[in-house]
């Protein structure tokens, strides 16, 4: 038994783990030797690296039970910069000479259990030599569980707390231990890192890991030796490893590799010496940012004298830009802004004072300024405008760039809020709004980063609401609200619900913009706190009372809050009953957009929406564009994790007909991040009062009165508010609101105040004209730094691995203008005397514009530098050097200019990545490489890139995207050329256009060397060199060039300048010439001969190649020796494809022989066509390009009841044959289509035999000799009653020449447009045309494009090659249908049918696709029979084109008819109602607070179907009515005479005459635009303006079908006979005809409300007939009815007020119509 307990004991002993933290014994110092390296790069080791190496001797002592002390003893640093191996580190004596002083003092850290604790460091100890302790002590973190060997924690660390799993393998026969742990620092608790400048760009938390484009992981192995005094840790060694992959491409990632060794060397007795200086706590092993924020990501710059390098950073900055170097002018930008960060305000105030009075400095000075964001810079800005040394314009450009950089911290933020009160801010009104936005932004930014934001900041903002809303000062309102939306912070909740009326009475009073403003406050509010935002919003978008464009505007912020699938649905199921159809479009079309989104961060919402829009019929989806809509176009790419979205919402309100609010943004996604990139609003407000006739007194005349009076008699009634126009907009920038604008009458009024003292147009455009004479000179720069952007993060090397990204931009303009007018301005002057005037402008204009963007990637300190650094540059650079002259008087314009005279770069493209290493010992030789490796490499000729001409067999569409029109032989030589450049490192292109005539060239010059020749990424491609260039410089000739002119002449005079520019450059010039007709000359000029007769020519051709073509197969695929033309082009295209097609012959027999049974006319539409089909299907004759080929799938067959869509044939308007409905399998359409293409390409009418020209224009090189060489370009124009035709022709001005442009359009009976285009020898080489015809397509009208082509340059080849490759997916992606169709090879057609006045079927056939959908809608709607009664349509001639445009317009306008007992409204409702007889009812009556006309219309009661109208205009009365049959007139009350028309005299014209078989009116002044009646019909249409503003019978015109019964009070009705009833007109019982009156009745039904018994009122009067009167005729109405209890004292004397109380119950009542007034007490 003893043996057994015994052998237990040790058996327990043995299996308990020995303590394997690492332990250090006091009186001993542990030596190890400690190296670290750190390398940058792609992972291809081919390509070229950077790194740097410290290497040094580590000691540790004990020196209590917790402390310890660290010495790093003879620090080398070594860099490495270039191709490993063979570059390898170089020691760096004089920077390790500065870490080895500040390393020399022992540090002091805190251990315990394998656990750091804080670190004690010398108190003047840079924060970089502590952070490499760190780096060393990190190595010393372990975290033992005694339980287990594998285990994962959240451990501690210089890069944070983050996820570790341990790992632990124990050999105890040894008394040795591994230890391994691996973190991914992708997965921390609390990661250290820094983030500058990213404060806009918003994180996804919810993102997966997978979207991260930065990923790293570290790993650790210790060696320990354990004995009984403790575990001694022998060697430790980690490997971290970052991958940046800027595209998100799994092959595309640059990489940082850090290494660390640790490695005991032996052990001493004398301990480290204690630290004779004071050791200050400097926390814990977390890593600290401090020291390498000040170095930006820039070239590396030492600091000893801020003010000194400034004044002479500055002085090289503008040398450097004078002399054209812009790249290091940036480059010392740049470093300014650096060296200003650390600028005392002293300094920075002597160096104002140096250069203030320097124009050149100044601009630069101000920039750096603003982009420094340090307190000091701030306050001096602050300072400077306070003492008002900068201009207004100086300071405008300054305030934002300030604010926006700007560090936030509490003394910046202290600085901000004096900008507020400053007086000189707040005389400004531009400066006071960029101020309290940006204050606002500022707010934002520093919340963003503070645990807690104090109220103080936001109480500024608040005062100026509390103060705005006190005073009534809407402006103000308005900039405090959307100051409050920058800061966004949730304690400006309470400040913001006061400007709403769902949550404050008093805000019911305030206009509707201040309302919106309120809402889109919230946006930001909602990031923070996105429950209380979606909360309020709901509650306001359910509020109907408000404005319709308030509630869409809480639509957009309710759904940017990221709304839940309950919410959604609750959104989409008050869609069903919501009476605002404008806010139930909005909201579908949002929902709409948003569910078809594929941005992964809206995956959820997408989903919401896609389940919500189900609950929705379709009746939402069908409405036009009447209606508010939202508009998106996104697109996401799954594979770089990058995607955009730009969205648009147009919100209409009821008073326009145009969308009256449009916000329309672009939000950026990338990666697990999304940033709000650029967002613009524009915001009208009643902008027709602008537009119409100014002045008119409408408040003086009668019907202003009337309409008054008018009023009282209707219960409830009152004009709309009045609304000033205003228009309004607002600019963001990254989610901030940096400006916004109102613009009203008083504002445009004080704009012209300021400008010339007077409110007229008149002295402002003399102000502008007299400031033109003046002319321009001066020299304007602005730089600005376009952001900076900086992501840094520890390396297990205590350094820190930074990427960060720069960039600066400089716009320059150098101009010298001088303007001559003759004769000069009078004191007199007057706008139309510059009809009269000669100008006389010289200028020279050089604007410049330079970007420049630096980006880094890896280490970045203020001692040294090492990783990539990646330069983009664009550059562009013009001069407008010119003398012009214009002659406003004899239409003559003439422009000189200068040629060529030197080389000048226009533009510029160019990027570089290299491997840099730079530190501050040794600024001025830093070692750079390339990235690719140089050597001897062959070129690639760029004659591999060139187009290769000629034919070859075409291909399936399956097997290529090209089109077979396009030769095989050049994509075998651009694949060729992308094969052989692929393994190349090198490449070269450089390609020129010659304008010998000019003088000058044109060179694309492109050069690039990358390592995508490794791996085919974007991060491959961008590594390396790339220039692009745009080069014009002179090209060399005989004689030099003196000047190049342009001249126009227009009118009479257009010919004889085209004969003396000819006359001029003849040698002949002194002799007479033997032309003398100007016609003559001219023709023989431009030599017009020869084109006519080379066309004569080729129609002779063609006739023949037509006839010849059954036994020659000579199609448009063949080789271009002839130009055939479009008659054959079918046929051609028919036997060329089919031949040529593997397994296709067979068709191509089928094919002829269907030809030659059919023959050339008609008869391919005959009943023996049909027969044949289903064998050969259709053909056609030789003239018709249109053939009809076989299908290849037999449910194709024209048989078939309903052919697909595009399968149908077009038919011409003008063509004859009406049969039966043809079926299109092929391509093309009619024959008579052709032929007109045809006759386009080859009319041989010449305009300028009977027509002179009506414009020339001359572009010319006058040499030096007085020799010419040029173009001229000559118009002609011919309108006839029933066509119209224009022609241009050009030529060169120099007469051997034969090359020409001709150009022919021609309008046939205003059914048809066609039009060709050639050009070359004799117009003859290459030829274009089109046409554009209406028809019908089916049983629909329908519009035909149509586009041949018979022979194009290669540019024009390889263009439409590009977009026929592209085409097919833009189709796909736009919801269009494709197939596969063969058809003429060298045309292209587009019909579009009008299927409804909403809806048409669009089909796009091409050589080998055809493109296509059905019920597309349209934006507006068309009438497809267009041709209302009251309308005066054009003529016969215009019935296609011009009477489509004035059916659109008319459609616009609002149209009310009453006929018999129907009646349509404004909104296009129908209902029918019986008109009580001799009783008057507002038609129709503006509403607005101009009250300018009124129509009132009633029955007669000797007919049913007879009305009358009394319509109020101004001081007019008009009647109209039926007497003896014949339709009557009186105006004020006298009858009109029978010579009409008759027109008022009156400030605003009133027409009336006869037409057809009754009258008009017509009053446009005054919204009426024509009202027609004949006794039986009567029509009212008004003009598009009066949108929302009328009221009566026809309705509001506001679009809302579901509002249309509308009473007088703004209840809605029950039905029409009550909604008709409310606006008949009361008359004096005794003195009128109308014997009824409205009044409010008692339910005569007993009524049991909420269980106790009632009695119940009508909230609505109910027709009655007066006292007195009995009623003959009743007809049933539903009331609602208000109940209240029955002992309530609420009775119906004196006609009280129901209108506002409740609707309690709905009931149906006798209304009377007719009664018999026998008893009617009457006066005498």
Request: a positive charge; hydrophobic letters at 35%.
């Amino acid at each position: 038994m003893k043996g057994l307990i015994l052998a237990l004991v040790f058996a327990l002993v043995e299996g308990q783990k020995q303590d394997l933290e690492p332990v250090f014994h006091m009186g001993k110092t542990y030596l190890y030797s400690y190296e670290s390296i750190i390398v940058h790069g792609l992972p291809d080791r081919s390509l070229a690296m950077a790194g740097v190496r410290l290497a040094s001797k580590v000691e540790i002592s004990r020196v209590s039970h917790t402390d310890h002390l660290l010495q790093i003893r003879s620090p080398k640093l070594e860099e490495q910069n270039g191709f490993w191996p063979i570059d390898s580190f170089i020691p760096s004596s004089r920077l390790s000479e500065t870490i080895a002083a500040c390393l020399s003092h022992p540090f002091k850290f805190e251990y315990t259990e394998g656990r750091v604790g804080s670190i004690f460091a010398p108190e003047d100890c840079p924060i970089l030599c502590t952070n490499l302790v760190r780096g060393i002590l990190n190595m010393l973190q372990i975290t033992i569980k005694k339980s287990q060997n594998v285990y994962e924690l959240q451990e501690a660390g210089i890069e944070g707390i983050c996820q570790t799993r341990y790992v632990i393998r124990d050999d105890s026969k040894n008394n040795r231990a591994t230890i391994s742990k691996s973190k991914d620092l992708t997965d921390c608790q609390d990661k250290a890192v820094k983030d500058l400048g990213m404060a806009y760009i918003r994180p996804c938390p919810t993102c997966p890991l997978k979207a991260r484009n930065i990923k790293g992981t570290v790993t650790f192995t210790y060696k320990m030796k354990y004995e009984d005094s403790g575990a001694s840790l022998m060697s430790a060694m980690s490997d971290q490893v970052y991958q940046i992959s800027p595209f998100n491409e799994p092959n595309g990632a640059a990489t940082m590799e850090a290494r660390q060794e640790l490695s005991l060397v032996g052990i001493k007795r004398p301990p480290i010496s204690a630290p004779t200086s004071q050791l200050q706590k400097q926390g814990s092993l977390r890593y600290h940012f401090s020291g390498e924020l000040l170095q930006m990501p820039i070239p590396l710059t030492r600091i000893k004298s801020p003010d000194l390098q400034l004044t002479e950073t500055l002085r090289q900055l503008v040398q450097n830009n004078e002399k054209g170097a812009n790249k290091e002018a940036s480059a010392k930008f740049l470093q300014m802004v650096q060296l200003f960060r650390v600028a005392t305000l002293d300094q920075i105030e002597s160096l104002w004072l140096q250069f203030v009075n320097e124009l050149p400095y100044r601009p630069w000075f101000l920039s750096a300024i603003c982009a420094a964001g340090a307190t000091d810079t701030f306050r001096f800005l602050k300072q400077k405008i306070h003492d008002e040394k900068l201009n207004i314009w100086e300071a405008a450009v300054a305030l934002p760039l300030a604010f926006h950089f700007v560090a936030p911290n509490k003394k910046t933020l202290e600085i901000a809020s004096t900008f507020l009160t400053c007086p000189q801010i707040q005389k400004v009104l531009m400066h006071r709004i960029i101020v309290y936005l940006g204050y606002g932004s500022m707010v934002n930014k520093y919340c963003s980063q503070a645990l807690l934001c104090p109220n103080e900041l936001l109480q500024p903002l608040h005062d100026l609401a509390t103060e705005a809303t006190s005073k009534g000062d809407a402006k103000d309102m308005s900039l405090a609200l959307k100051a409050m939306g920058n800061a966004g912070e949730p304690a400006s909740i309470k400040r913001i619900l006061k400007f709403l009326p769902t949550f404050s009475s008093a805000a019911a009073s305030l206009p509707n913009r201040i309302h919106a403003d309120a809402v889109l406050a919230l946006r930001k509010i909602a990031r923070k706190d996105p429950a209380k935002v979606r909360e309020i919003t709901l509650q306001v978008f359910m509020d109907s009372t408000l404005a319709p464009n308030v509630r869409m505007v809480a639509c957009v912020v309710l759904f940017e809050t990221k709304p839940a699938l309950p919410t959604v649905a609750a959104l989409a199921s008050s869609l069903l009953t919501e009476p605002s159809l404008q806010v139930a479009s909005f909201a579908y079309s949002h929902m709409k957009t948003l569910a078809a989104g594929r941005i992964p961060q809206l995956y959820k919402l997408s989903a919401a929406c896609n389940i919500a829009i189900k609950l929705l019929g379709p009746r939402l989806d069908r409405l036009s564009y009447r209606y508010s809509k939202v508009i998106q176009i996104s697109d996401y790419s799954s594979q770089y994790q990058a995607g955009a979205i730009w969205r648009v919402y147009l919100m209409n309100s009821p008073s326009t007909m145009f969308p009256s609010d449009i916000i329309t943004k672009v939000r950026g996604y990338y990666a697990n991040t999304a940033t709000d990139i650029i967002e613009v609003a524009f915001r009208s407000q009643s902008l027709s009062k602008l537009m119409r006739k100014q002045n008119i007194p409408f408040a003086e005349y009668d019907t202003y009165k009337t309409l008054k009076e008018l009023g009282k008699s209707l219960l409830g009634w009152k004009e709309l508010p009045s609304e000033d126009p205003l228009v309004s907009a607002y600019f963001k920038v990254l989610g901030q609101e940096i400006a916004f604008v109102d613009i009203d009458k008083d504002a445009i009024q004080q704009i012209m105040m300021s400008l010339t003292g007077s409110s007229d147009w008149q002295p402002v455009v003399k102000k502008v004209v007299e400031e033109v004479q003046r002319g321009i000179s001066g020299q304007w720069t602005l730089p600005v730094m376009v952001g900076e952007m900086r992501h840094i993060v520890p390396t297990i090397a205590g350094l820190p691995l930074e990427l960060g990204l720069c960039a600066a931009t400089v716009a320059q303009t150098a101009a010298d203008v001088d303007v001559n007018l003759s004769p000069p301005v009078a004191d007199n002057f007057r706008p139309s005397q510059l009809w009269e005037t000669k100008m006389d402008i010289h200028a020279d204009i050089r604007p410049k514009a330079y970007f420049h963007m630096i980006a880094m990637m890896g280490i970045n300190t203020q001692y040294f530098q090492s990783g990539f650094e990646f330069h983009a540059e664009f550059s562009a650079n013009t001069t407008m050097k010119f003398d012009a002259r214009i002659n406003m008087k004899e239409k003559n314009l003439k422009i000189e200019t200068l040629p060529c005279h030197q080389e000048v770069e226009l533009a510029a493209v160019r990027s570089e990545v290299y491997a840099i290493s730079r530190n501050m010992e040794e600024v001025d030789f830093e070692k750079k490489s390339q990235i690719v490796p140089r050597g001897e490499i062959p070129r690639i000729s760029h004659q591999l890139l060139q187009t290769t001409e000629g034919s070859s067999k075409p291909g399936s569409w399956k097997q290529s995207s090209i089109p077979n029109v396009i030769s095989k032989g050049y994509q075998k030589g651009s694949e060729e050329a992308h094969h052989n450049s692929a393994r190349r490192r090198f490449y070269t292109h450089r390609s020129c256009k010659k304008f010998e005539s000019l003088g000058c060239s044109t060179c694309l010059s492109l050069t690039s060397q990358n390592s995508a020749f490794l791996r085919n990424t974007y991060l491959h491609k961008l590594f390396g060199e790339f220039e692009a260039r745009i080069i014009l410089k002179p090209v060399h000739t005989d004689a030099d060039i003196d000047k190049i002119q342009l001249e126009v002449q227009a009118g009479s005079e257009a010919a004889s300048k085209i004969i003396e520019v000819s006359s001029s450059g003849s040698k002949e010039e002194g002799e007479t010439s033997p032309y003398e007709d100007i016609r003559a000359k001219l023709k023989k000029i431009l030599g017009i001969e020869n084109v006519f007769t080379a066309a004569n020519k080729t129609r002779r051709r063609t006739k023949r190649i037509n006839r010849e073509y059954k036994s020659a197969d000579t199609g448009l695929w063949a080789e271009h020796s002839t130009p055939l033309l479009s008659s054959s082009s079918s046929s051609s295209a028919a036997s060329s494809a089919d031949g040529r097609e593997p397994g296709n012959r067979h068709r191509k027999d089928e094919i002829r022989q269907s030809g030659k049974k059919h023959g050339s006319k008609s008869s391919s539409r005959s009943s023996s066509e049909s027969s044949a089909s289903s064998k050969a299907c259709s053909s056609s004759s030789q003239e018709h390009s249109g053939d009809r080929h076989c299908s290849e799938d037999s449910e194709y067959s024209n048989q078939q009841a309903n052919p697909p869509v595009y399968q149908l044939l077009f038919k011409p308007v003008d063509e004859q044959d009406t049969g039966q409905e043809i079926l299109n399998i092929s391509i093309s359409s009619s024959s008579a289509n052709d032929e007109d293409v045809s006759r386009a390409m080859s009319q041989p009418k010449f305009l300028g035999d009977s027509k002179p020209p009506i414009l020339a224009a001359v572009l010319r090189a006058i040499y030096r000799n007085r020799q010419q060489t040029g173009l001229q370009l000559v118009l002609y124009t011919d309108t006839q009653p029933k066509k119209w035709r224009i022609q241009m022709f050009g030529s060169s001005i120099t007469g051997p020449s034969r090359w020409k442009l001709c150009a022919d359009a021609s309008v046939i009976n205003y059914q048809k447009v066609s039009g060709s285009l050639k050009w070359g020898k004799d117009c003859q080489d290459y030829q274009i045309a089109t046409q554009i015809a209406t028809g019908q397509f089916a049983a629909y009208p329908a519009m035909q494009m149509k586009l041949e082509w018979l022979k194009v340059p290669s540019i024009i080849r390889t263009t439409a090659r590009w977009f026929y490759s592209f085409l097919p997916g833009a189709a796909y992606v736009l919801g269009f249908s494709q197939r596969q169709q063969h058809g003429p090879s060298h045309q292209a057609t587009l019909v579009m049918a009008l299927t409804s006045p909403r809806t048409c079927d669009v089909v796009f056939k091409m050589p080998e696709l055809t493109i296509y959908d059905t019920a597309i809608s349209l934006p507006l709607p068309v009438p497809s029979h267009p041709g209302a009664t009251i309308a005066t349509l054009p003529s016969s001639d215009w019935k296609v084109f011009s009477q489509a445009t004035f059916s659109i317009l008319e459609s616009l306008k609002g149209l009310c008819t009453v006929f018999q007992n129907k009646i349509t409204t404004f909104n296009s409702v129908e209902f029918n109602y019986s008109m009580p007889a001799n009783c008057y009812h507002v038609l129709v009556q503006d509403c607005s607070p101009e009250l300018k006309f009124l129509v009132m219309v009633k029955r007669l009661e000797e007919s049913a179907d007879l009305i009358a109208i009394n319509v109020r205009l101004a001081s007019h009365e008009v009647d109209m009515y039926v007497s003896n049959g014949l339709i009557q007139l009186k105006i004020n009350g006298v009858q009109a005479p029978r010579d009409l028309p008759y027109t008022s005299n009156s400030a605003a014209s009133m027409l009336i005459s006869s037409e057809k078989k009754g009258l008009t009116l017509k009053a446009p002044d005054y919204g009426i635009d024509e009202l027609y009646y004949d006794g039986h019909r009567l029509e009212v249409q008004v003009a598009f303006w009066m949108a929302g503003k009328t009221c009566g019978i026809c309705g509001k015109y506001d679009a809302e079908v579901e509002r249309e019964y509308r009473t007088p009070s703004g209840y809605l009705a029950k039905d029409a006979v009550s909604f008709g009833h409310s606006w008949i007109i009361s008359e004096d019982p005794c003195a009128g005809a109308c014997k009824l009156q409205r009044k409010l009745v008692k339910s005569e039904k007993p009524v049991s409300f909420e269980k106790t018994a009632a009695k119940c009122f009508s909230v609505e009067p109910v027709l009655r007939c007066v006292k007195g009167c009995s009623a003959t005729q009743t007809v049933p109405v539903s009331v609602g009815f208000h109940c209240v209890p029955a002992d309530s004292a609420l009775s119906l004397d004196g006609q009280p007020r129901l209108d506002q109380k409740s609707e309690d119950a709905v009931s149906s009542v006798s209304a009377h119509t007719a009664c018999s007034c026998q008893q009617q007490a009457c006066p005498a």
